[in-house]
């Protein structure tokens, strides 16, 4: 059964920095590309970020990009998001997912990861 748990959200001040986990079980972690999303009240869930199965290629939302990081630990089954510079806009529940193999469609559509973790609220004060 897969499984996938999101920690490390919190409340922070602007400019400050948070970094999320996401431990995995259930599946071959490094077999599979692993995405963050998130979602803020009353918005669609939005693509963050993403990361190839061996970590050597990652994509990035534009509203994220130079400021988020993702990595992947594949020995301990977990995916990262380091985040810094945060800005009041980033408040939303986080993410993580993992992406279908089988689906052509585009990196960030949301209808191509099959399996979600409960998220965990990150709230930036201004």
């Known amino acids: 059964q897969v499984q996938l748990v999101e920690s490390g959200g919190g409340l922070v001040q602007a400019g400050g920095s948070l970094r999320l986990s996401c431990a995995a079980s259930g599946f071959i972690f490094s077999s599979y590309v692993m995405g963050w999303f998130r979602q803020a009240p009353g918005k669609e869930r939005e693509f963050v970020a993403r990361i190839s199965q061996i970590g050597g290629r990652t994509y990035y939302a534009g509203t994220v990009k130079g400021r988020f990081t993702i990595s992947r630990d594949n020995a301990k089954n977990t995916v990262y998001l380091q985040m810094n510079s945060l800005k009041p806009e980033d408040t939303a529940v986080y993410y993580c997912?993992?992406?279908?193999?089988?689906?052509?469609?585009?990196?960030?559509?949301?209808?191509?990861?099959?399996?979600w973790g409960q998220g965990t609220q990150v709230t930036v004060s201004s």
């Open positions: 997912a993992v992406w279908s193999s089988g689906y052509s469609g585009a990196y960030n559509d949301p209808a191509g990861y099959d399996h």
